[in-house]
């Protein structure tokens, strides 16, 4: 190697070695900065943490904390100010989040004892709350806690009691999730999984407690309701449509779920009787779809068409045979077994028999009142919801409206009603003429044109025909 070469070599070797000086320079300089961090951030989360108290009232505070172990990305929870290792490693940075278990632990026992202050937070009985609790116990139950969780994570600490109570306050309050965890003093998810999880329940649990009458007996005094409210012989309900409304991303924005009054909203098609029970319910579809649409594509549709429903015993009014039916709006086509209003043109008689059915019909609307003022989680607009969750959630508030009929005397009988509800109405062209002459008949028959219905009982023994005065 000649003389050039070795120079150059040197210099390659001098100005490397200058390189990994500076970069070693920088790192120590970095290490000194992140310890002066570390140093800094600790000394303000130790001003504002409290000493470790032994006052009885702390036992109400429950202290969330989330232990940054050096090395590791992963959060970790723990609950406790004197942590110093997690599983043998170095001891890390912590925060802690304080969350009060105050509210539920000593407000409310207090409250229950109370049935009416229960009723103005919760919305129901402390009676049905309790039967709530007793049969949804296997379902909610955590099953075998550890020791460690009872002593040191009071808010992980779940009894069936305090799943029902968030659940139902949400159902009832329609109260933010975040509202909801500051009073039980948990995270906002796990308000999220106890709600899901109480729907869940209830809908395996109750689902039964929607159903069409299964035998003769229920149907004659679903039947008789009717009659005693306006007249009306052989109906077996009222059905009509609500809106449940609320709020979506605005990059999951769609005009599938747009209605008419301009908002997004799932429709929720009911059926009841004469008590606002609902005796059936079918929902899940966007609001942009039209009553009569969202009738067809109902089961409750496919079952009367098929005659396994409404296909019981007839009544002879006048010369017509009248069929069991239910009566809807004008936002449904006119059929045998559903009877509408007149439309168009009215005569006195068609009036005063729209009249009548309007005020028969107005049952349903009270139903829907009195469903959305008590679980008020469908009276305002719910904020993002789960669109798969959405239809069982307002099926269980449909399923706790039946309950609380149950145990709450009914206070809505004797309301004057006059019909304005906003509906279009259906195209009444090319009706099953079965159809309008069996509306015709039943509007002179309410109307007071006939004193008697004649109802013919048919079954495999026998057969028998008994007349029925008009009261």
Not at 235 to 243: L, Q, R
Not at 350 to 360: I, V
Request: proline share 4%.
């Amino acid at each position: 190697m000649d003389y050039h070469s070795r120079q150059k070599m040197k210099f390659l070797l001098a100005c490397a070695t200058t390189i990994i000086q500076l970069a070693l320079q920088i790192w120590y300089d970095l290490q000194d900065s992140t310890n002066i961090r570390r140093i800094s951030k600790k000394r303000k989360l130790d001003s504002f943490i409290p000493s470790h108290s032994t006052n009885p009232e702390d036992e109400n505070m429950d202290m969330e904390t989330f232990l940054i172990t050096s090395g590791q990305e992963n959060l970790v929870l723990e609950t406790d100010f004197s942590i110093s290792q997690w599983r043998g490693r170095i001891q890390g940075e912590w925060y802690v989040k304080p969350r009060s278990l105050h509210w539920w632990n000593h407000y409310i026992f207090e409250v229950k004892c109370d049935d009416q202050r229960f009723r103005n937070i919760f919305r129901l009985p402390y009676e049905l709350f309790e039967s709530l609790c007793e049969s949804l116990h296997e379902d909610l139950s955590q099953g075998d806690i550890p020791f460690s969780f009872v002593t040191s994570i009071k808010s992980r600490v779940f009894p069936v009691e305090k799943q029902v109570a968030i659940a139902v306050l949400r159902l009832s309050s329609g109260m933010t999730m975040i509202n909801i965890s500051e009073l039980f003093g948990c995270g906002k998810s796990t308000i999220v999984r106890t709600v899901n999880k109480f729907i869940n329940a209830m809908q395996h649990r109750f689902h039964r407690n929607i159903q069409w009458p299964n035998n003769q007996l229920d149907l004659e005094i679903l039947k008789e309701g009717f009659r005693q409210r306006q007249g009306f012989p052989n109906c077996c309900g009222v059905i009509d449509v609500t809106h449940i409304q609320f709020r979506l991303p605005a990059n999951e924005c769609s005009a599938d779920w747009y209605d008419r009054d301009h908002n997004y909203s799932m429709s929720l098609q009911a059926i009841v009787d004469s008590n606002m029970h609902f005796i059936d319910v079918f929902t899940g579809w966007p609001g942009s779809v039209n009553d009569a649409r969202l009738l067809r594509n109902s089961s409750f549709f496919k079952l009367c068409e098929g005659g396994q429903r409404l296909n019981g015993h007839s009544v002879s009014i006048g010369s017509s045979n009248m069929r069991e039916y239910i009566i809807g709006d004008g936002g449904y086509p006119l059929s045998p077994w559903l009877i509408t209003p007149f439309s168009g043109s009215l005569t006195n008689s068609q009036r005063k028999y729209n009249f009548k059915l309007s005020s028969t019909r107005i049952v349903v609307e009270c139903a829907f009142g009195r469903l959305k003022n008590t679980w008020r989680i469908l009276q305002s607009r719910i904020c993002q919801p789960n669109l798969q969750m959405l239809p069982k959630t307002i099926l269980v508030c449909c399923i706790l409206h039946n309950m609380m009929l149950a145990l709450v005397e009914d206070e809505s009988n004797g309301i004057e009603v006059v019909d304005n509800a906003n509906y279009v109405h259906t195209n009444e062209l090319g009706v099953d003429p079965v159809a309008t002459l069996s509306r015709e008949a039943l509007m002179d028959f309410v109307n007071g044109d006939d004193n008697l219905i004649c109802v013919r009982y048919k079954s495999e023994n026998c057969s028998f025909v008994f007349l029925l005065p008009i009261f």
